[in-house]
């Protein structure tokens, strides 16, 4: 069996380090979970949002934020986040650097295109990043998956991955959540599709 460890935008802007972007609550928590996953597995897979602060979803406040957009590749009103050269484009302290990684994808780059899951630049996932050919490249099996947030790119990942065919556990204490009730629903549409939630060491060794 080959397992690959996925660290989901696990960045700065979506922690409480940095307030006016995404503030995940405990975002910043996840890094020795994250590293765990990582020691079960032999190849290593990041992403990072990589946002253009003037992008065609950009609104000004936190209050102006979800509102659906007529666009095809972005679906949601955001605050800016994740913008090169600003500290919440950077990863977590205590990850390796994105270089250091064995396939590390930089998503949403261009301004009209926000998307949620890291294996294609598109929402309808026409456009690969090309994650999906490297895991079948290396014959990878089983990927385990952590990161931020849960309810959005960690739940859209995970679901990526399981349609594309392979063995899907999302780690929860290596995940934090934007909010209660969309973690909860996430959690419900991926285990419809069958991929495993482990909540501890004992349940990630067993999946
Ligand atoms: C994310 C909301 C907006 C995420 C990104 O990484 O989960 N969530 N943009």
Redesign the pocket.
């Known amino acids: 069996m080959k397992i690959a460890s996925f660290d989901v935008?696990a960045q700065k802007g979506?922690t409480p380090l940095c307030p006016g972007e995404?503030p995940v609550p405990e975002g910043d928590a996840i890094v020795p979970a994250l590293n765990q996953l990582a020691t079960r597995a032999q190849l290593r897979i990041g992403s990072k949002?990589a946002h253009s602060p003037r992008a065609a979803w950009v609104v000004d406040s936190h209050a102006q934020m979800l509102q659906p957009l007529p666009l095809a590749n972005a679906d949601l009103t955001?605050v800016s986040?994740c913008v090169p050269g600003t500290p919440g484009f950077e990863l977590l302290e205590g990850l390796p650097a994105p270089l250091d990684y064995d396939y590390f994808v930089w998503k949403g780059v261009e301004p009209d295109l926000?998307p949620?899951g890291a294996c294609y630049h598109d929402l309808a996932e026409k456009r690969s990043t090309g994650v999906i050919e490297f895991l079948r490249h290396n014959a990878v099996d089983h990927i385990l998956v952590g990161g931020?947030?849960l309810d959005?790119?960690?739940k859209t990942t995970a679901l990526q991955l399981r349609r594309a065919g392979f063995a899907v556990t999302v780690y929860l204490p290596a995940c934090r959540a934007?909010a209660r009730n969309t973690a909860d629903a996430a959690c419900t549409a991926m285990r419809e599709q069958g991929i495993t939630l482990a909540s501890s060491l004992d349940e990630l060794d067993s999946a």
Do not use: P, R, T
């Open positions: 935008d979506f995404l949002d955001w986040h926000h949620y931020l947030a959005y790119c960690v934007i």
